[in-house]
């Protein structure tokens, strides 16, 4: 039955979420858990054709976060940044010119979700004015409008990173709806999405990784894939511990089998070498504010450097892409489902 299921993903067949649901099922270490990532792997692969990407976040600011997603080491609930802090432009402006210089695939601008819109579409305006053109920007920022929509695109980013979390409206202040909304308003603007099944705990139903699952490929992004919750110290959610990278490998295969060769990339978070080696083809590096850490500057604790990711990346197999992103490209996408199909 589970071979059933991973030839049917092989050759392009659209899972049910019965089938989604009996991958996740499958206990780990088994043989046809083993199947399932040799399986996730090789559908990874055709789909980008061969090439990984790093991609790489700034960070533009800190600050306590009333919509108090309980994961989020930012939300006012958890305590752990009481003060606003921004980081200066300067800083903001070398940062992204150095994931660009280290070969960085594509750079994120990530803000608090009540960070004002305004101000980011400024200091996004001056950092697009310092990259070269070619290089691909996307903005990470809370649920947006319509007219908000069109001023990142009109401000240079190529597509945006959102996703309706595991927990959204439980463990968060926002409503899924409000979530799927923005990811209406963002392919309106011609906005490419990339998002996730994430932050994956200890505690999420099946059904609910199936749920999740169908809205990321539901909603056709350029990429999907899985990232595991890191516990922030003295929360609520830390007691539940953290799911295994080996686990999370498991898991970033099934979602890869539960979607067509049309979204070329699978991605992880954090960076690890099992997850890069069971078919996660895309990894970020991070400097800045980091939802994830509890210090202001993660590349001096959690976050990794683009060199550190192609290094993960090795260790798993992957050749890295050279120049601006493929999967945040409507050309380059067309390009590889025509090889494909
Ligand atoms: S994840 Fe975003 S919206 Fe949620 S608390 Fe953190 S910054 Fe705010």
Redesign the pocket.
Known sequence: MIIDIIKKSLEGGNLTADEIAQLFEVPLFSSESAMIIAAGRQKCEKACKGLAEVHAQVGLNIAP?P???LF?S??SINGVFKEQVEVSLQDVLSQAKQFETDGANAIFIMA??DYPFGKFIETSQEIRKELIPETVMIANV?DFNSIQAKQLKDAGFSGIYHAVRLGEGRD?K?KPERRLKTFEMAKEAGLILGTCLEPVGTEHSIEELVEKTIITRDAEPCFSGSARRIPIPNTKLADLGIVSEAKMAHILAVVRLALGYNIPGNCTHEPNVIGAAAGANLLWAEVGSN?RDTVEKTEAARGMNVDQCRKVFAEAEWKVLEGPSKFYSVDSRKELEKVIS
Do not use: E, H, R, V
């Open positions: 976060c919509n108090d997603c989020c930012f939300a608090t979700a809370g968060t926002i939802p």
